[in-house]
């Protein structure tokens, strides 16, 4: 029963263009929403995240979009630059249980 | 501030050993976590702790144990390893309360043979 999902397992995208990975949940007792960033053999890092009362978040060139009536957020990351090449996971918490479910992961590719 | 750090990076085991993982934070964090991550999944929770002398069982507990005795500290004990805990072991840790956003550790790459 995967809670959170990550429908496209890689991305590729030119250099300077939008990226858009996207993420679909289906418990509507998740309450904040979390992008992560992932390097090959390091830990994930936190990029942004977004509370389910708001439906967007800025931070610099990373927007999260919540549509919660679609049960699906996004993250676009505009321009996209060679090193925003990594994993992306999202990440979900329960408002019951407080713990983080995580999508599978998107792999992303800028090419110069 | 080193952050969240774990040891060791890398570890063979044999099927039946038992070792442990360490995981030391240095944020003053009250919440820590251990995940693991089999190949094109997401992170699954083993255990999680909210304080010291406080620990519970997260998705996928079987065949693992943990302590935290201190706030800094949060080891994750293997006992008779098989080979469907080779995985990446992952230490996290969080202030808590309102604040959701965990922080990770580098991590601990496992292999059981």
């Known amino acids: 029963d995967q809670q959170v999902k990550q429908n496209s397992p890689s991305l590729s995208v030119q250099e300077g263009r939008i990226s858009i990975l996207n993420c679909d949940y289906t418990?509507?007792?998740?309450?904040?929403f979390l992008w992560y960033k992932k390097y090959p053999a390091e830990g994930p890092t936190f990029l942004i995240s977004i509370s389910s009362i708001k439906d967007k978040n800025e931070d610099g060139r990373f927007t999260v979009f919540l549509n919660k009536s679609a049960k699906h957020l996004s993250l676009h990351i505009v321009p996209s630059q060679p090193g925003d090449s990594a994993v992306y996971f999202c990440a979900a918490r329960s408002s019951n249980t407080g713990k983080l479910i995580f999508g599978q992961g998107t792999t992303l590719q800028v090419k110069p | 501030n080193a952050g969240v750090t774990q040891t060791p990076k890398f570890r063979i085991l044999k099927i039946g050993q038992s070792m442990t993982l360490q995981c030391t934070q240095d944020m003053n964090h009250n919440y820590m976590y251990w995940y693991r991550q089999d190949p094109g999944m997401g992170l699954k929770l083993i255990y999680y702790?909210?304080?010291?002398?406080?620990?519970d069982k997260g998705e996928v507990p079987n065949g693992y144990n943990v302590s935290r005795s201190t706030t800094e500290d949060f080891p994750l004990r293997l006992e008779l390893a098989a080979p469907s805990q080779t995985s990446v072991y992952f230490c996290?840790?969080?202030?808590?309360?309102?604040?959701?956003?965990?922080?990770f550790g580098p991590g601990t790459r496992l292999t059981v043979t």
């Open positions: 996290a840790s969080s202030p808590g309360q309102t604040i959701y956003e965990q922080y």
């Open positions: 702790s909210v304080g010291a002398g406080i620990t």
């Open positions: 418990n509507s007792m998740f309450d904040y």
